[in-house]
Structure formats: structure tokens, C-alpha cells
């Protein structure tokens, strides 16, 4: 199953929620890993130390930091990004499919936006 990191930004109400409906979902806040504080490109270089695909609805910075990683020939393990506007219970069932139907290092260097539609 695939290892996720959720930015400073992201809704702990999604990430409760899906800890719900999968207790054994790996994922670590970015704020809990004593990163809260920390720019976009740091955060996306300890994701990828650490294997984990990065949850944000930042689609501004956040976008445009991943792309110039991939741009570098840096490891990039993926980042989803999930519009705000979106219903919480489709943002969940559109995680937990990349969760459970995913394979390691499917989605290096990509960026995924919900919907998944």
C-alpha cells in the first residue's frame, strides 16, 4: 500500500476520515514530522526521502515546486493535488482507490489531480 504525507494545509477532516475507512493507511502530517513551518521544496525533498505520495490543495506553489523537481532529475514520488471546492466524501473514495489499487513508485514524478474523473 502506498505511503502518503499530507501538507500543512491539508483538511484533517479528509485525513480522519480516511483514516476511518482504513486504519492501517501510512500517512504522516507534514506538521508532525516537525515540517509545519517549512517551504514547499523542502517538504516535497523529505516526501521523497520517505517514499510518500504528498496530499496538498495547494495547486499554486505546491504544482509548480514538484514540476521543477522533476525538471531537476530530483526523486519526486508524486504529489495529489485535491481542489477544495470538491465534495469530502468523493476526495475520499478517489484516495482511498489510489491507496488500495496503487503500486510503490507508480506515480514518481507525476502529478494527480482529484477528481479522478
Known sequence: MLKFATDQNFNNRILKALLRK????????????????SND????????SQGRLLLTHDVATMTRSARERVQQGLAMPGV??????????????????????????????????????
Not at 22 to 37: I, K, M, S, T
Not at 85 to 98: F, K, Q, Y
Open 22 to 37: 482504513l486504519p492501517n493507511l501510512d500517512v504522516v502530517r507534514v506538521q508532525d514530522a516537525g515540517l509545519a513551518e
Open 41 to 48: 521544496p523542502l517538504i516535497l525533498d523529505w516526501a521523497a
Open 80 to 117: 495529489v493535488e485535491v481542489l477544495e471546492r470538491m465534495p469530502i466524501g468523493e476526495v475520499i473514495s478517489d484516495l482511498l482507490l489510489l491507496a488500495q489499487c496503487s503500486l510503490d513508485g507508480e506515480w514518481e514524478g507525476q502529478i494527480i489531480y482529484l477528481p479522478l474523473k
